[in-house]
T-cell receptor
Framework: GQNIDQPTEMTATEGAIVQINCTYQ??????LFWYQQHAGEAPTFLSY??LDGLEEKGRFSSFLSRSKGYSYLLLKELQMKDSASYLCAVLDSNYQLIWGAGTKLIIKP | GAVVSQHPSRVICKSGTSVKIECRSL??????MFWYRQFPKQSLMLMAT?????????EQGVEKDKFLINHASLTLSTLTVTSAHPEDSSFYIC????????????FGQGTRLTVV
């Protein structure tokens, strides 16, 4: 079966750094996405990785290791507005998105 | 990035009535559109995948006669919840992918459906 695992909830302090991990087992791989979703809103795109390595985009970075079936999203200089759910999703061999359950990130002052 | 417009953002309807939700790609041609529902504190659940001009492919457990999907053009897909019941109350989200090989899915704003 296909499976995406990520922690249910994480807590971090404003100004700090947090890493949200995602492991996956899917039938084929055509890339991994990270989305941010605030409560009651639709997800918004953060990053897309299809090759191994680190992609940096401002305060957010995403890393991928295809051999390990592993990705992480790194958030630096945390702000209160970063409190949200972060969804990991993998594009499988049929180009269907397989979604993780999301990680709720709580930022404390 | 590309824009997907979903309408309405919120709707309240009486039990037994039908509700139509529209999803439009504003600046690209969406060859594939996806419909999701999301219950509170849960992740997205794919309901169906629709390709322009063909019948939608429904996920297991999703009643195709209850959730009617029409993808008549490259810029518009509709989801109609027929004979709605309170248990259909949920957050419905569409996403679209263009036909140019881009793999990113662009999301609509979502529709909060409440059936009373």
């Amino acid at each position: 079966g296909q499976n995406i695992d990520q922690p249910t909830e994480m807590t971090a302090t404003e100004g700090a750094i947090v890493q949200i991990n995602c492991t996956y087992q899917t039938s084929g791989f055509n890339g991994l996405f990270w989305y941010q979703q605030h409560a009651g809103e639709a997800p918004t795109f953060l990053s897309y990785n299809v090759l191994d390595g680190l992609e940096e985009k401002g305060r957010f970075s995403s890393f991928l290791s295809r051999s390990k079936g592993y990705s992480y999203l790194l958030l630096k200089e945390l702000q209160m507005k970063d409190s949200a759910s972060y969804l990991c999703a993998v594009l499988d061999s049929n180009y269907q998105l397989i979604w993780g359950a999301g990680t709720k990130l709580i930022i404390k002052p | 990035g590309a824009v997907v417009s979903q309408h309405p953002s919120r709707v309240i309807c009486k039990s037994g009535t039908s509700v139509k939700i529209e999803c439009r790609s504003l600046d690209f041609q969406a060859t594939t559109m996806f419909w999701y529902r999301q219950f509170p504190k849960q992740s997205l659940m794919l309901m169906a995948t629709s390709n322009e001009g063909s019948k939608a492919t429904y996920e297991q457990g999703v009643e195709k006669d209850k959730f009617l999907i029409n993808h008549a053009s490259l810029t518009l897909s509709t989801l109609t919840v027929t004979s709605a019941h309170p248990e259909d109350s949920s957050f419905y989200i569409c996403s679209a992918r263009d036909g140019n090989g881009d793999t990113e899915a662009f999301f609509g704003q979502g529709t909060r459906l409440t059936v009373v």
